[in-house]
């Protein structure tokens, strides 16, 4: 006979529970229903891309790269980032390849924070934000994104009311999940006012950064004067190259915030998978037109997707970037989310996600459902249909 240990779980881990996103895909899967809760697309990367990776495997790269980083990823990166954003980045002090964004935002949170800090993160967040304050033992404040017909307001008053003494950075998302905001220049300026203004440094999240709709454009906060050297800039090939299970992402900026990631990231994986990294700097470089094509595709499938939800009832508010779309149930007469994608995945068979489970105050949330449209124009058509004949989603009485 075995005993298991008494204690298990450290205080630090203990809440951190099963992410939103494994629950609803184990849900999707279990009944079978179009799972548009996950961030996950269905089609491929691009070929080329893939084919790169074949030709990396099979010419040698696979033992241990730097530490920073294959020296032909940062490259393509430095390179990148000044053609795109005008942004210089040195491909030796500073970049650090990471797996995914994911070990990037935690790396830096780790790295910059001490126990009893404070981060601020704009709300609804994505849920690794949270989770690595908690790791960190730092506090974490929220400051609302305040949903309303043409999409979700940034309010400069709440975001000057959370800075404490003890806050640390800040950290932001653009283009946003859960809401699909994309903070505009004005916006960016009045942050980096802040972030001088009160000695913060900022992380910003950047893994939409090419996944941009209609007219806007997504300007990096490092680029606001001022910020460049107080600013880490996190992105990943995830969803600019369609390879999310790669975990090919990277940290940039200026080499005393890189450090502080790399100090992290040295202990946590040391190094992240050689080939992928030779093939996402072949796809950075060549793939711009694939990438411009997948996103004419996604702004399509987000259109698609919104007359649908329309059709069914529901009020669906303005998504400028990322994978996500917010629809508001209660024009459909569910003035609860949560119970709205109950019945969404028994009763009709399509897997959303209520968004206040991205927020810690749900009250301005609480009829607001996180739809992904990064799937394939079938899936999204049939979710449409199965969202039509589904008397879950019309109003009631
Ligand atoms: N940041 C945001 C805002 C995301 O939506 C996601 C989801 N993929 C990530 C980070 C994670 O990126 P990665 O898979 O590169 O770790
Ligand atoms: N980023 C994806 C989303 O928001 C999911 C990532 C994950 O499954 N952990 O849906």
């Not at 939409?208 to 454009?217: A, F, H, I, N, S």
Request: charged share 20%; hydrophobic share 40%.
């Amino acid at each position: 006979m075995t005993h298991a240990p008494a204690r298990t779980l450290a205080r630090r881990a203990a809440g951190l529970g099963t992410t939103v996103f494994s629950d609803l895909t184990e849900l999707a899967v279990r009944t079978g229903a179009i799972n548009l809760g996950q961030g996950s697309p269905e089609a491929d990367g691009p070929p080329a891309v893939l084919e790169a990776a074949r030709r990396a495997l099979f010419n040698g790269a696979n033992q241990y790269p730097p530490l920073n980083g294959t020296p032909a990823l940062r490259r393509a990166l430095a390179q990148q980032r000044l053609r795109r954003y005008g942004v210089p980045c040195d491909e030796d002090t500073g970049i650090v390849v990471t797996t995914g964004a994911t070990e990037a935002v935690t790396a830096a949170v780790l790295g910059l924070c001490d126990p009893g800090d404070e981060i601020i993160v704009f709300d609804p967040a994505y849920d690794v934000y949270t989770a690595a304050a908690r790791l960190a033992g730092a506090g974490c404040r929220r400051v609302p994104l305040l949903p309303g017909g043409d999409g979700f307001r940034y309010d400069p008053d709440a975001l000057r009311a959370a800075v404490t003494r003890s806050t640390r950075l800040l950290l932001l998302n653009t283009p946003h999940n859960p809401t699909g905001k994309v903070f505009t220049r004005g916006e960016l300026a009045d942050i980096a006012a802040v972030c001088q203004e009160y000695d913060l440094v900022a992380v910003v999240d950047e893994v939409y950064e090419y996944l941009v709709y209609g007219d806007r454009y997504h300007l990096p906060l490092t680029a606001v004067d001022g910020m460049a050297d107080r600013t880490l800039c996190v992105s990943s090939a995830g969803k600019t190259l369609n390879l999310t299970g790669w975990k090919v992402g990277w940290a940039c900026g200026p080499a005393h915030l890189v450090d502080a990631v790399r100090a992290v990231k040295q202990y946590t994986t040391f190094a992240s998978a050689a080939p992928l990294q030779d093939a996402v700097a072949w796809g950075l470089t060549h793939q711009d037109a694939w990438v411009a094509a997948q996103r004419s595709a996604l702004a399509a499938n987000r259109d698609a997707l919104s007359a649908g939800l329309r059709t069914a009832g529901l009020a669906v508010l303005p998504a400028e970037g990322g994978y996500f779309l917010q629809a508001d149930a209660a024009r459909a007469g569910h003035a609860d989310a949560s119970e709205y994608c109950r019945r969404l995945a028994h009763e009709c068979g399509v897997v959303a996600i209520p968004t206040r489970v991205f927020a810690e105050d749900p009250s301005p949330y609480a009829s607001l459902v996180r739809f992904a449209f990064c799937k394939s124009p079938r899936t999204i058509s049939q979710a449409v249909g199965r969202l039509a004949r589904s008397g879950s989603a019309r109003p009631r009485g």
